[in-house]
């Protein structure tokens, strides 16, 4: 059933084409997105089945073996991400379908869209570095199309910080394939695990290096973050939303991936663990000098991703268990928080605090909507937020790493903070200047019916994450334990023969 | 008892959800959840008295010891007394306090139902972790109800400073908890208990972070301010969030943990007590300064708090017995004080004491509720708080640490206590009025459901300190779950004439001169509220200072910069790899840096270029110089023996010179600031340390030179496995055609965005209205156009040569599409856009959407043939001219990718260059 390895990433594709071609009609492209997203997430939970089963799947493009042709592979990591992304991705394209806008005046979006569908999965399921690469672009060039929808003129503006970011992280990446290959001769992961092994550590360190500020830049880690904040905020909703949720944690996985595959040990832990610590606590304290919705939730994610960071850091199987389980989950919630970000911007005109405000009167579905997602995030049970967060805590604890403890417990605090800044500038103040409109106090919902679907769904998964924590935290240990001892994951790449 | 905790959430949330259609039935629906416990638990009594802790458990996540353990025991029986028998009491209060018409009633006391439910998981959880989650949960729910009213200012600042206080103690517990835990490899409270860990630094380091969070949630000093500010909230929730139950959590917790840890943890005792006696005493004081009856009876809730942190911190037999009796007592005089300050408000509009007035005959039971609510606060004989003060000072005389100093400080507290209860009285029955009230508002009486539940509970006060024998077996079965070694206890009004009698009676005395010599001791009462630091400023000026240092950090982390920006990517990206291979071991190689001087040449053209490229100020030239750069790296190709890869990089550098010229046209022509010398000398450092790494690192890499390299695989499987003789294509369009697939998506998607903005662009209000410089005109030669004509047909030919060929020849789809590509540039550069949208009847995008479908199409074929994802098929075929051909499947693949890449160049320039040549020469003129 290699089948389902590919599907993922040349079904997408296939429909961006039919897309493409079909630009005149709106309703037969949206048929063509939904169909092929929900295909998507029907495979992803059939592969997830199967590696949760059998370990780690894995498949070779055009037939040719590992390490000459490009391999695909699923292990229980990229399993549930791949499942995860593919839930998103529809709920994000239904809200898209259902906001005003978002969508319906530009042809190129839901080519364009399942075009990034298919960089993100190949990203998850390849087992190449070079096509990790490949991957990575596509989803990148993707987003270079989405963030500049609309072409508002401060839209291109901070568009050009992002690409321009960007595209310096790419041309980064291509060196370091380059060096790896040069030293390596392939770029198979399964095949590099046992060759990079054998050089120099001084080499081995500084690839790692490379590799990690690579997709750090990507995943916003410190100090490579600055380009996010600047320029997510100024998309429109959906692509926010799914940028939010999806890009940064392709970094995320990509570092996940390389630094345990290829690079086991070989970055001294005190600087993974020093990344992870500043990421958190300037993430946060950037949401907190934040007064504008998107902006706070923004700084949010950077501060987020220090915590999946610090479970890699610790390299336990707890650690890297609660980087799993925490990832899956900051995927849900943070998607979720910014389609709220986008329905209280329908709802009030802005996402500016000062402008908003009385919302927990005038639009109480939003203040429930608002809440769940937010108080996950910051931890509080039985949301997902608590056992992720407990789960990475008591990683650390175990792992008796005081500072770790001490900051991701601070920061906890913090992001409370700044969320409850958003809590009290939009649904408790009023609005602080005097023009703003307050939309009136209706009994009718706070936008169509497709844009809060989706986001009650993702609300709903906060709580369903959370409440099912104990099936969803084994799985995420035995991810853990593949990431962690790769030896299973190399064999069934390299060792199975065309 | 999961089902009592899941009653309460779906009954508070169905309030909250339908509180507009159930109007004041959410008051009953709420109400529910403590009326079944309360009735469960009476009917359990009997059993948990016993001493059968009644035990559940429901496994949640049990790898990380995370599981609904609940455990009734004894003491938890006891707080669930009060928080099911008082929050039945203050949901009938409710139902007569808030007007029927109240808007959001549904949700204020669905919140209260939330609450109620919280605060039975907390004393029912025999899990650390899932104390901690019901903590954090009445931590929620209490800033919610505090800030009920979010219109006022006063309000919203009390709810954040009461989640930011409790809150950050919480997440400190959570740690201090953990640790703990993992000191005594059990999250099980009772386990803890039962065999606790050895004291380490851990353990100490893990204890404190559990009191920094006990005592935030009970109001201790420093962390009380916050309780006063709740006061907002309507007096119901008062009542029972903030006198009767939440802020008894940190108590509850202390006295579980103290039996355990007072003894073998040194500084327990003397921490913990001075903590709540200190409390005590600043609480007492500052209740002495308040007029506001509500605010009264908070800092007076501070020092009983004070009071009950002290006693059970002891952890001594005597002192969880004494601190039992305690909580009843408090419970019952303190809710029904509340309620008391609830009806008198609903009466007269007002509580405070300079403006209430004497109570008229049908307020007298209120009264005395009052009176008898003050006088087991103060310490009343035959009123419970009696009984409890007798245990509490026997218990602080024998306590194991300071005994003499532990119980002066108690009897001062409680003098102060005596003190403001009197002045609760006093004020409550209008004796400290100074003004005189206005006629025009009629007193209201107040209905029964005001009075009813305050009764309740001054009966049981009162009962019970006549006849505290009624709880012998309550007190005996809490003591007895907290410290297992305490036999049965029993309760008595009267031990004889004995120091604690006497100094029961000091205390009285020396509350009622207090209260008599108010005025001459106004400066002595002061000082209560002059501290040095006291909790409001304190708190004031942490959000200030964590405000500022928010705003500084992302000032400079974050400053919209992209140069600045891409200097710290760059830099970092050289710093990280270059420190960590210097200070690890690498090889160098043979120090053979060039193959050969053609090599050699080409490198100092490449270099050459790139630095005059820099150092122009003329954007053409410069992007000119790029050019040479591109074609001396083909220069490089065609030396090391790849033509493919040198005719790819031609085609694209000739393509992406066109392209520099089309958006030139648009831009100044110089760039816009030179910067400033210092600025320069700091970029040029940067790029000497990136430059540097990247040459360290090609050198440490390039001396590897594995054994076997994926290349020599390539070269050897082409033709016999890929039948292609050439090795790029074969890998392009079969080895790493999966690549290749990717490739073309993004060429695809890059073509869709710039056709997109250029779209945006010319709305109004796009990209354009930008003060860029109109566009330049390029001048049409007629004979140029002829030409190209031909030129074209010639390049279209070859394009498909290329294409057909490629996978023996030099060629390939991409290289063919580029060519393809650079013919229909040279259609617009002779006939403008116009030209290139005669080519065909189609739209640029049908090129690209069949391509993208041809290439996935040979993709998803083979998979329909239960073979891999692109995998080739092979079929040979006799073709006249080009004699034998082997037709691969790949060849539908590579048809794809160079459909792609047509598709691009006529949608590129379809954005960039369709501004109608006529219209643009006429309204650019002259800007040459």
């Known amino acids: 059933m290699n089948a389902l390895l590919a599907l993922p990433v040349v079904l997408p594709l296939?429909?961006?084409?039919?897309?493409?071609?079909?630009?005149?009609?709106?309703?037969?492209?949206?048929?063509?997105?939904?169909?092929?997203?929900?295909?998507?997430?029907?495979?992803?939970?059939?592969?997830?089945?199967?590696?949760?089963?059998?370990?780690?799947?894995?498949?070779?493009?055009?037939?040719?073996?590992?390490?000459?042709?490009?391999?695909?592979?699923?292990?229980?990591?990229?399993?549930?991400?791949?499942?995860?992304?593919?839930?998103?991705?529809?709920?994000?394209?239904?809200?898209?379908?259902?906001?005003?806008?978002?969508?319906?005046?530009?042809?190129?979006?839901?080519?364009?869209?399942?075009?990034?569908?298919?960089?993100?999965?190949?990203?998850?399921?390849?087992?190449?570095?070079?096509?990790?690469?490949?991957?990575?672009?596509?989803?990148?060039?993707?987003?270079?199309?989405?963030?500049?929808?609309?072409?508002?003129?401060?839209?291109?503006?901070?568009?050009?910080?992002?690409?321009?970011?960007?595209?310096?992280?790419?041309?980064?990446?291509?060196?370091?394939?380059?060096?790896?290959?040069?030293?390596?001769?392939?770029v198979n992961m399964a095949d590099l695990a046992g060759v990079v092994a054998g050089l120099p550590d001084g080499t081995r360190a500084a690839l790692a290096g490379l590799f990690l500020v690579v997709f750090g830049i990507k995943a916003g880690l410190f100090p490579l973050f600055f380009w996010l904040p600047d320029s997510y905020p100024t998309a429109p909703s959906p692509v926010t939303a799914i940028f939010a949720g999806l890009l940064t944690k392709v970094g995320v996985y990509a570092i996940i991936r390389t630094q345990t595959l290829i690079f086991p040990g070989a970055l001294p832990r005190w600087l993974v663990l020093t990344v992870a610590a500043l990421t958190m606590v300037t993430g946060v304290l950037g949401a907190i000098a934040q007064d504008d919705v998107?902006?706070?939730?923004?700084?949010?994610?950077?501060?987020?991703?220090?915590?999946?960071?610090?479970?890699?850091?610790?390299?336990?199987?707890?650690?890297?268990?609660?980087a799993v389980f925490y990832t899956v989950h900051h995927i849900v919630v943070k998607t979720g928080l910014f389609l709220t970000g986008g329905l209280i911007e329908h709802h009030g005109g802005s996402s500016r605090l000062s402008r908003l405000g009385n919302m927990v009167r005038t639009a109480p579905l939003l203040a429930v909507l608002f809440l769940v997602p937010a108080l996950s995030l910051a931890g509080i049970p039985p949301l997902s937020g608590f056992v992720a967060k407990l789960s990475l805590i008591d990683a650390a604890v175990a792992d008796r790493q005081w500072p770790m403890v001490a900051s991701s417990v601070a920061v906890s605090f913090l992001t409370l903070f700044a969320l409850m800044k958003i809590w009290f500038g939009v649904f408790w103040n009023g609005p602080d200047e005097p023009d703003a409109i307050e939309p009136p106090a209706t009994a009718a919902a706070p936008g169509p019916a497709l844009m809060l679907a989706p986001t009650i769904v993702l609300a709903l998964g906060a709580v369903l994450i959370g409440l099912g924590g104990g099936p969803l935290y084994d799985y995420s240990v035995r991810a853990a334990e593949q990431l962690h001892d790769p030896t299973a994951y190399v064999a069934a790449v390299l060792g199975e023969g065309p | 008892?999961?089902?009592?905790?899941?009653?309460?959430?779906?009954?508070?949330?169905?309030?909250?959800?339908?509180?507009?259609?159930?109007?004041?039935?959410?008051?009953?629906?709420?109400?529910?959840?403590?009326?079944?416990?309360?009735?469960?638990?009476?009917?359990?009594?009997?059993?948990?008295?016993?001493?059968?802790?009644?035990?559940?458990?429901?496994?949640?996540?049990?790898?990380?010891?995370?599981?609904?353990?609940?455990?009734?025991?004894?003491?938890?029986?006891?707080?669930?007394?009060?928080?099911?028998?008082?929050?039945?009491?203050?949901?009938?209060?409710?139902?007569?306090?808030?007007?029927?018409?109240?808007?959001?009633?549904?949700?204020?006391?669905?919140?209260?139902?939330?609450?109620?439910?919280?605060?039975?998981?907390?004393?029912?959880?025999?899990?650390?972790?899932?104390?901690?989650?019901?903590?954090?949960?009445?931590?929620?729910?209490?800033?919610?109800?505090?800030?009920?009213?979010?219109?006022?200012?006063?309000?919203?600042?009390?709810a954040l400073q009461a989640l930011l206080v409790t809150g950050a103690g919480g997440l400190a517990m959570l740690a201090g908890l953990l640790i703990v835990g993992h000191e005594a490899e059990t999250f099980s409270l009772s386990g803890l208990i039962a065999d606790p860990p050895a004291p380490s630094t851990a353990l100490t380091v893990g204890l404190a972070l559990v009191l920094v969070g006990a005592f935030s949630k009970s109001a201790q000093w420093p962390f009380h301010g916050w309780l006063p500010g709740a006061m907002v909230a309507p007096t119901p929730v008062s009542a029972y969030l903030h006198s009767a139950t939440m802020v008894k959590?940190?108590?509850?917790?202390?006295?579980?943990?103290?039996?355990?840890?007072?003894?073998?943890?040194?500084?327990?005792?003397?921490?913990v007590v001075t903590i709540g006696l200190t409390t005590m005493v600043v609480g007492g004081l500052r209740a002495l300064r308040q007029t506001d009856l509500k605010l009264l009876l908070a800092f007076g809730t501070v020092s009983q708090l004070g009071m009950m942190v002290a006693v059970f911190g002891l952890g001594t037999a005597d002192a969880v017995a004494a601190g039992s009796v305690l909580l009843l007592g408090h419970a019952a005089f303190k809710a029904a004080a509340f309620m008391v300050v609830g009806a008198l408000d609903h009466a007269h509009g007002t509580r405070d004491l300079r403006r209430l007035p004497r109570p008229e005959r049908g307020q007298r039971p209120v009264a005395l509720i009052g009176a008898i609510a003050a006088a087991s606060m103060a310490g009343v004989p035959?009123?419970?708080?009696?009984?409890?003060?007798?245990?509490?000072?026997?218990?602080?005389?024998?306590?194991?640490?300071?005994?003499?100093?532990?119980?002066?400080?108690?009897?001062?507290?409680?003098?102060?206590?005596?003190?403001?209860?009197?002045?609760?009285?006093?004020?409550?029955?209008?004796?400290?009025?100074?003004?005189?009230?206005?006629?025009?508002?009629?007193?209201?009486?107040?209905?029964?459901?005001?009075?009813?539940?305050?009764?309740?509970?001054?009966?049981?006060?009162?009962?019970?300190?006549?006849?505290?024998?009624?709880?012998?077996?309550?007190?005996?079965?809490?003591?007895?779950?907290?410290?297992?070694?305490v036999g049965s206890v029993h309760l008595d009004v009267f031990h004889g004439f004995n120091l604690t009698l006497v100094l029961s009676l000091v205390a009285l005395g020396g509350g009622a001169l207090i209260f008599a010599l108010r005025r001459p001791l106004e400066p002595v009462l002061a000082l209560g509220g002059e501290l040095p630091v006291t909790a409001a400023t304190g708190y004031a000026a942490a959000l200030r200072a964590l405000n500022r240092t928010a705003d500084r950090v992302t000032g400079v982390v974050q400053n919209g910069s992209l140069p600045i920006y891409l200097g710290v990517i760059v830099l970092t990206a050289a710093i990280v790899p270059g420190t960590l291979l210097l200070s690890g071991a690498w090889n160098d190689g043979d120090g053979a840096i060039v193959d050969s001087w053609s090599q050699a040449a080409i490198?100092?053209?490449?270099?050459?270029?790139?630095?005059?490229?820099?150092?122009?100020?003329?954007?053409?030239?410069?992007?000119?110089?790029?050019?040479?750069?591109?074609?001396?790296?083909?220069?490089?190709?065609?030396?090391?023996?790849?033509?493919d890869l040198a005719v790819t990089q031609v085609g694209i550098e000739t393509l992406t010179t066109v392209l520099f010229v089309l958006v030139l046209r648009r831009l100044p022509d110089r760039f816009e600031q030179r910067t400033a010398a210092p600025m320069r000398v700091l970029r040029i450092g940067v790029a000497v340390v990136v430059g540097l790494t990247v040459f360290g690192l090609a050198l440490a890499t390039g001396a590897e030179d594995p054994a076997t390299t994926v290349s020599d695989t390539f070269i050897e499987r082409a033709y016999p496995d890929g039948h292609g003789r050439n090795v790029v294509n074969v890998i392009l369009v079969d080895f790493r055609g999966f690549d290749t697939l990717g490739e073309i998506t993004v060429l695809a998607a890059a073509a869709i965005g710039a056709v997109a903005l250029a779209r945006a662009g010319r709305r109004p209000g796009g990209v354009r209205d930008s003060a860029a410089p109109p566009p330049v005109?390029?001048?049409?030669?007629?004979?140029?156009?002829?030409?190209?004509?031909?030129?074209?047909?010639?390049?279209?030919?070859?394009?498909?040569?290329?294409?057909?060929?490629?996978?023996?020849?030099?060629g390939g789809g991409f290289a063919g599409g580029i060519v393809a590509g650079a013919a229909v540039a040279l259609r617009y550069i002779s006939g403008g856009i116009e030209s290139v949208r005669r080519l065909s009847r189609s739209k640029p995008w049908t090129p690209l959407g069949v391509g993208l479908i041809t290439a996935a199409g040979a993709a998803i074929v083979p998979l329909l043939f239960g073979g891999s994802v692109l995998e080739s098929g092979v079929h040979t075929l006799d073709v006249p001219v080009l004699g034998e051909v082997k037709l691969t499947s790949a060849l539908a693949f590579d048809t794809g990718v160079f459909l792609v890449v047509i598709g691009l160049a006529m949608m590129v320039f379809e954005s960039f260059g369709d501004d109608p040549p006529a219209r643009s020469r006429d309204t650019a003129g002259g800007t040459r």
């Open chain 1, 14 to 186: 296939l429909g961006a084409g039919v897309s493409v071609l079909v630009g005149r009609s709106r309703r037969a492209q949206r048929a063509v997105s939904i169909t092929v997203l929900t295909a998507i997430a029907a495979v992803a939970v059939a592969l997830l089945i199967q590696v949760d089963d059998r370990g780690v799947v894995v498949t070779s493009a055009g037939g040719w073996p590992a390490p000459m042709g490009i391999t695909l592979v699923a292990d229980r990591f990229s399993a549930v991400m791949l499942l995860t992304a593919a839930v998103m991705l529809l709920a994000v394209l239904l809200y898209a379908i259902g906001q005003p806008g978002a969508e319906r005046n530009h042809v190129g979006f839901q080519s364009v869209y399942l075009v990034l569908a298919a960089g993100v999965n190949a990203a998850f399921l390849t087992g190449d570095l070079f096509n990790l690469f490949v991957g990575i672009e596509m989803m990148l060039t993707a987003s270079y199309v989405l963030i500049t929808l609309g072409g508002r003129l401060d839209q291109v503006r901070s568009g050009m910080t992002y690409v321009v970011i960007s595209l310096m992280a790419s041309a980064l990446f291509l060196a370091a394939l380059a060096f790896t290959y040069a030293a390596a001769g392939t």
């Open chain 1, 294 to 322: 998107k902006r706070i939730l923004s700084f949010h994610i950077i501060s987020h991703i220090g915590y999946m960071i610090m479970g890699l850091g610790l390299a336990t199987v707890a650690g890297l268990a609660g």
């Open chain 2, 1 to 158: 008892m999961t089902a009592l905790l899941t009653l309460h959430a779906v009954t508070g949330a169905i309030a909250i959800l339908f509180g507009r259609r159930l109007g004041r039935r959410a008051v009953y629906v709420a109400g529910l959840g403590p009326l079944v416990t309360f009735a469960w638990l009476i009917a359990e009594f009997g059993t948990i008295l016993d001493r059968e802790p009644i035990t559940e458990s429901v496994r949640w996540v049990p790898r990380l010891g995370l599981d609904f353990d609940l455990r009734a025991d004894g003491f938890g029986a006891l707080m669930l007394l009060l928080v099911a028998g008082i929050g039945v009491l203050v949901f009938v209060y409710s139902n007569a306090y808030f007007p029927p018409n109240k808007e959001g009633l549904g949700r204020l006391i669905g919140l209260v139902g939330l609450f109620a439910g919280s605060m039975v998981g907390l004393v029912l959880a025999d899990n650390l972790l899932i104390l901690y989650g019901f903590w954090e949960l009445t931590t929620i729910t209490s800033f919610l109800l505090i800030g009920n009213d979010h219109t006022d200012a006063r309000a919203r600042a009390a």
């Open chain 2, 249 to 271: 959590a940190g108590v509850y917790l202390i006295a579980r943990l103290a039996p355990a840890f007072a003894g073998p943890v040194g500084w327990w005792r003397p921490a």
């Open chain 2, 382 to 485: 035959f009123a419970l708080g009696f009984v409890a003060k007798e245990y509490d000072l026997e218990a602080l005389q024998h306590s194991p640490w300071a005994p003499g100093l532990v119980t002066a400080a108690a009897v001062v507290g409680s003098a102060l206590t005596a003190a403001y209860s009197l002045r609760f009285f006093w004020g409550s029955i209008g004796r400290m009025a100074t003004e005189s009230p206005d006629p025009a508002v009629a007193a209201r009486r107040s209905p029964p459901g005001l009075v009813v539940p305050g009764l309740v509970l001054t009966a049981a006060t009162f009962v019970a300190g006549v006849v505290p024998d009624v709880l012998d077996r309550l007190v005996s079965a809490s003591a007895a779950s907290l410290r297992p070694t």
């Open chain 2, 603 to 643: 490198a100092a053209l490449i270099l050459g270029a790139a630095a005059a490229a820099t150092a122009l100020h003329r954007r053409f030239t410069a992007a000119l110089f790029l050019g040479v750069v591109g074609y001396a790296m083909a220069g490089l190709f065609v030396v090391r023996g790849a033509p």
């Open chain 2, 777 to 810: 005109p390029l001048d049409r030669i007629t004979v140029l156009e002829v030409s190209t004509k031909v030129v074209f047909i010639a390049l279209s030919t070859a394009a498909i040569y290329l294409l057909l060929a490629g996978h023996n020849q030099p």
